[in-house]
Nanobody
Framework: QVQLVESGGGSVQVGGSLRLSCAAD????????MAWFRQAPGKEREGVAG????????FYSDSVKGRFALSQDDATNTLYLQMNGLKPEDSAVYYC????????????????WGQGTQVTVSL
């Protein structure tokens, strides 16, 4: 059973930073693609960043490239999303997701989801 548990959301001012964590079960972490998505009220869910923790490339959406970064802790099966230079438009519920697609950049093929964590960026 795929297990994805997010944490680390909160409120921050414009320009601030947050780090989100996604703790996965060991099988999912080692075999599946993993990614972060976000969904703001009234908007579609958007793929933000993806990676295969076994050593593949990382993928970022244009909206976060240069500001957000993925990292991982193999000892705890945890994927992190470091978010710097936060903007009000980054406010959303952030979801950790997993996929067994061939390419981790195929954001439309993620089928396993965590419960989400809220990020709010204020002026």
């Amino acid at each position: 059973q795929v297990q994805l548990v997010e944490s680390g959301g909160g409120s921050v001012q414009v320009g601030g930073s947050l780090r989100l964590s996604c703790a996965a079960d060991s099988y999912t972490y080692s075999v599946y693609c993993m990614a972060w998505f976000r969904q703001a009220p009234g908007k579609e869910r958007e793929g933000v960043a993806g990676i295969w923790t076994g050593g593949g490339r990382t993928f970022y959406s244009d909206s976060v490239k240069g500001r957000f970064a993925l990292s991982q802790d193999d000892a705890t099966n945890t994927l992190y999303l470091q978010m710097n230079g936060l903007k009000p438009e980054d406010s959303a519920v952030y979801y950790c997701a997993a996929s067994h697609a061939d390419s981790c950049s195929r954001f439309n093929q993620y089928t396993y989801w965590g419960q989400g964590t809220q990020v709010t960026v204020s002026l």
